[in-house]
């Protein structure tokens, strides 16, 4: 159950949606509390919403529970990093980079760190009374006060940088790159900061004050004296050997390239192969041979290869994103190899893992095609139209029965065995009349015509709902486009009896005023009538009809407008007297 959590937690924090990343692997915390991986990955979650705090929290765990894992402290300096902390970040990532020398990352996360150490004032005071400029209830007045800083809050991120300055005043110095951030401790100072070019007049410089002969030698003696050159190391044999060997690895990879590029892979396979055996400790290698494979149509070849890379790759501490391209280079090949559904399962998983390690967009298009691909062939293997006609066989029983519920049930499972059968869909519309259910049994009758456009009762089911809907003029419309196919259809031809009868109550002003009403405000929802009643050329004409009799009898004699009238009168929005 715990490994369940942590997939959907991974393949959610691959999509960017790390809220729902971060619950996942709290639910696999939850079962499985001493898993140092959970709390790494919920670190990196919260880290991601900017939840610094929570981030720290869970770094920390990762770390007492395996304090031998390099990626542990990684979670932890950045943590300390987005808290503004950088001395506690440098050392974080000097711990890590301890365990693993060559580790990417935490070479990166080591740069940025001391960066932000390097930008921090001595002693740190400076940037916490700067930063307790943004702690008093004013500053969001006067930052929506200003035109020049109004729109910042409409950033998200920004408002989150503000936010995280007044939970932390000694982070500030971490967001003064932001020209955003500058511009407002600005505005909090009180301070107007002059554009500075050429030839525009600045404030005179203090001049120094000329040196007395006593001060120069003094000031002489200060000068820093030039370092010495660094004498060249000495180079072993050994080491002398490992150059050059893996010098004649690059070239070989080179020629590899070339071959690939060319179509002629059996002799880039061999550049590759000669280019492993002269060095193993770039994996590159390995996924440039596994690319080959792919491209042959040897898939497990392929595979091999990817698994060897990746196995290579975490004993070499290799970078995330080499580890993710050998992995999505697997995934692609089990997607070639899947025959069944289930067969698209472990293509899935592998590209998540590859998601977790480094995200990138064609990973994530090759996961959406295979979870795709999946569904499709589910769909395909689910197929069966002689078990479509028992489930059918049993809806009608049901409906027999009048049990509509137990019907709707069968009649839909027999269209999940085939959803190309229009007697389904018809039937399954006639049980969501009964049940009163008129949207869905609608929808059900125009698949059903959809499917087959000869099939009367498609327009018998799809009439009599609109019917009972007291869309009269469309029922209308409906049984006489199913006449068209069937022209002696007895309930077609009484459907559009009905109809007739329904509508010329209305023009003869034989209903109600309740159901007039009604009518009209169910007719005023109609986009059609919306429609007509917006067109200029038929409020001309409904304006003629009440003062310009003459006018209006030419009006009438044009069959489009005749068309639209009737409609309006179906409605019971216009009576002809």
């Given at each position: ?5 942590k ?7 691959a999509?960017?949606?790390?809220e ?15 898993n140092h ?22 770094a ?15 979670r932890?300096?950045a ?14 990532y ?9 580790n ?21 005071s ?20 200003d ?10 991120d920004?408002?989150q940088?503000?936010?995280?300055v007044q ?7 971490t967001?003064?790159?932001d ?17 500075q ?5 600045q404030p ?18 200060r000068?820093p ?13 050994e ?5 050059e ?5 690059q070239?070989e ?16 396979i061999?550049?590759y ?16 041979r596994?690319?080959?494979?792919l ?16 196995e290579?790759?975490?004993?070499l501490?290799?970078?995330?994103k080499?580890?993710?391209?050998a992995l ?8 070639k190899l899947?025959?069944t559904s289930?067969?698209?399962?472990v ?21 959406n ?5 999946k ?11 002689k078990?479509?006609?028992?489930e ?6 049901f409906?027999?029965?009048?049990k ?17 059968d229009?007697?389904?869909y018809s ?11 008129l ?20 327009y ?6 609109q ?7 469309k ?5 006489q ?26 023009s003869?002003g034989?209903?109600s005023e309740?159901?007039?009403k009604?009518r ?5 929802q ?9 067109d ?11 003062e310009n ?15 639209k009238?009737?409609k309006?009168?179906s ?7």
């Amino acid at each position: 159950m715990a490994d369940e959590a942590k997939a959907k937690g991974n393949a959610a924090f691959a999509a960017g949606r790390f809220e729902e990343a971060a619950r996942h692997f709290g639910d696999a915390i939850a079962l499985a509390p001493d898993n140092h991986v959970l709390y790494s990955n919920r670190s990196a979650a919260y880290a991601s919403l900017g939840r610094y705090s929570e981030a720290l929290a869970d770094a920390e765990r990762t770390v007492a529970l395996r304090p031998d894992w390099a990626k542990g402290y990684s979670r932890l300096g950045a943590a300390h990093l987005g808290l503004g902390d950088a001395p506690r970040a440098v050392e974080s990532y000097d711990r890590g980079l301890a365990l693993e020398p060559s580790n990417e990352a935490l070479k990166s996360g080591l740069a940025q760190a001391r960066h932000a150490a390097e930008t921090r004032r001595p002693g740190g005071s400076g940037a916490d009374a700067f930063g307790k400029v943004f702690q008093g209830p004013e500053l969001w007045t006067k930052i929506a006060a200003d035109p020049t800083t109004r729109a910042y809050l409409d950033q998200p991120d920004f408002v989150q940088m503000l936010r995280e300055v007044q939970r932390n005043p000694g982070s500030l110095n971490t967001y003064l790159s932001d020209p955003r951030m500058v511009q407002v401790l600005t505005l909090m100072l009180n301070i107007k900061l002059q554009p500075q070019s050429n030839g525009a007049s600045q404030p005179a410089a203090a001049q120094p004050a000329p040196q007395t002969p006593k001060q120069q030698p003094e000031a002489k003696a200060r000068e820093p004296e030039p370092e010495p050159e660094p004498e060249p190391m000495e180079v072993t044999e050994e080491e002398k050997e490992r150059k050059e060997r893996k010098a004649a690895a690059q070239k070989e990879k080179e020629a590899g390239n070339a071959a690939y590029k060319k179509k002629d892979f059996d002799t880039a396979i061999q550049h590759y192969t000669k280019a492993m055996e002269l060095d193993d400790e770039d994996i590159s290698y390995i996924t440039n041979r596994a690319a080959v494979y792919l491209e042959m149509g040897k898939y497990d070849e392929c595979i091999k290869d990817c698994d060897k890379a990746v196995e290579r790759g975490r004993e070499l501490h290799a970078d995330f994103k080499m580890i993710s391209r050998a992995l999505t280079r697997k995934g692609t090949a089990l997607a070639k190899l899947a025959k069944t559904s289930k067969d698209y399962d472990v293509a899935i998983e592998t590209f998540q893992k590859a998601l977790t390690e480094h995200r990138n967009p064609d990973t994530l298009k090759k996961l959406n095609d295979a979870e795709r691909a999946k569904k499709e062939l589910e769909q395909q293997e689910y197929y069966d139209p002689k078990i479509s006609d028992e489930e059918r066989e049993k809806g009608n029983e049901f409906f027999k029965q009048q049990k509509y519920p137990e019907a709707v049930k069968h009649y839909t499972e027999a269209l999940r065995r085939n959803p190309k059968d229009p007697k389904v869909y018809s039937n399954r519309a006639a049980c969501y009349t009964k049940l009163g259910a008129l949207p869905e049994g609608l929808k059900d009758a125009e698949k059903c015509i959809e499917l087959d456009p000869t099939f009367s009762k498609g327009y018998t089911r799809k009439g009599a709902i609109q019917f009972f809907m007291k869309e009269y003029d469309k029922a209308l419309e409906t049984y006489q486009a199913g006449l068209k196919h069937d022209p002696k259809n007895q309930e077609l031809l009484d459907g559009v009896r009905r109809c007739v009868e329904q509508i010329n109550k209305a023009s003869r002003g034989e209903l109600s005023e309740e159901e007039m009403k009604e009518r009209q405000n169910k007719a005023m929802q109609d986009p059609e009538i919306q429609n007509i009643l917006t067109d200029p050329i038929m409020r001309q004409v409904l304006a003629d009809l009440q003062e310009n009799p003459q006018a209006a009898q030419a009006h009438l004699k044009n069959p489009g407008v005749m068309q639209k009238i009737q409609k309006l009168v179906s409605a019971g929005i216009v009576q002809m007297k």
